[in-house]
């Protein structure tokens, strides 16, 4: 074989190589097109809310004071994406930023429910006159609502809600057991304590020793009860003793 024969073999063998190699080339960029594609169209119909839409948000839990209307209003814009694209923690937010709510969970139930538990949030003091304390002392916000008219009345220094709600059930728990009621503790900003009775009495009880000074309180009470005078304020901030402030009686008679 000369050596132009064999320049000719070896050029169509190359040419052939190419073909195939080009061949090669477009049917994988055909695949991956059409994986590309169909990755398209899928997210197309996982977002569409027509297609796919949120039939139902199925919500559990007590309520007292949020109503499905705020429910509705609070969602309102989420509901309109489909089943897949709706953010459950997007829901979840919305939800807990309605003011008597404490705290949701939210997940999918296939194939077109979103099932929500919602807990409120348990009201147990006023605090600071235009906020609540929760069962867990912590501070929250929201408009007053039939029927709680009657919790005491909570305040003190911005972080110290927990504090002044675990002096209340103790200092209450005393008085109850001895027939008097405790309507309103104040923990000022020296961090001095004041009580107010159910009654009208006022009880300086000083930074230290509030459960010892009440108790004084309590003992000497029935002396108190002798006078023909009303009592409207008693400071216990003493080692030993008090202090009576007598109502005046033009005010006691009105």
Known sequence: MTLKQRWHDGKAQLSQVNWYLCSGIAFLLLVVLSFVLAGWKLNLLLNDAQAL????VAIKGERQYTSDNDIRLALQDLMKRS???ADVTQVQQALENLPWVYRVSVRRDWPAKLK????EQVPVAHWNQDAWL?????VFAAPAKPGLENLPWLSGPEKRGAEVLTA???LDELLRINSFRLEKLSLTPRLAWEAVLGNGIVLELGREDR???VQRFINVYPELLKQEKSVARVDLRYDTGLAVGWQDPQQESR
């Not at 929500?116 to 807990?119: C, G, M, P, R, T």
């Open 168 to 170: 209340f059930k103790q």
């Open 211 to 213: 459960m010892s000074r």
């Open 83 to 85: 089943f897949f694209s």
């Open 53 to 56: 839409p949120i039939e139902a």
């Open 116 to 119: 929500v538990y919602l807990q």
């Open 134 to 138: 929760n069962e867990h002392g912590e």
